[in-house]
């Protein structure tokens, strides 16, 4: 069992900058791929940035250049480093983590649902 538990939301005018924690606790050395999905209001999961064991890294077309994922192995955290920040970026943002399945990270960024464990989420709020 992996346990995902994300911190560091809130709100933000825009233009800022925000780091979003992901501390995963159980099975975690297993998981080969892991990321940030976000959700607003009345639209649909979306994939925003995903990074594989190798260290590889894939992000949504809207926060390429604005957001940079990371992972530390030694303590099992994922993060997210989120600059120049838009009202649109408002979102509920999930932590996501996936066994090994040969799934490209493209695969993941397009279908976010596929990510096997999910945390509870942390609200980011940007205001114009």
């Known amino acids: 069992q992996v346990r995902l538990v994300e911190s560091g939301g809130g709100s933000v005018q825009a233009g800022g900058s925000l780091r979003l924690s992901c501390a995963g606790s159980g099975d975690t050395n297993n998981m080969a791929n892991m990321g940030w999905v976000r959700q607003a209001p009345g639209k649909e999961r979306e994939g925003v940035a995903v990074?594989?064991?190798?260290?590889?890294?894939s992000y949504a077309d809207s926060v390429q250049g604005r957001f940079t994922i990371s992972k530390d192995n030694d303590t099992n955290t994922l993060s997210l480093e989120m600059n120049s920040l838009k009202p649109e970026d408002t979102a509920m943002y999930y932590c996501?983590?996936?066994?090994?399945?040969?799934?490209?990270?493209?695969?993941?960024?397009?279908?976010?649902?596929?990510?096997?464990?999910r945390g509870q989420g942390t609200q980011v709020i940007v205001s114009s």
């Open positions: 996501a983590a996936d066994r090994p399945r040969g799934l490209s990270l493209l695969h993941y960024l397009a279908r976010p649902g596929r990510f096997a464990y």
């Open positions: 990074i594989d064991s190798d260290g590889r890294t």
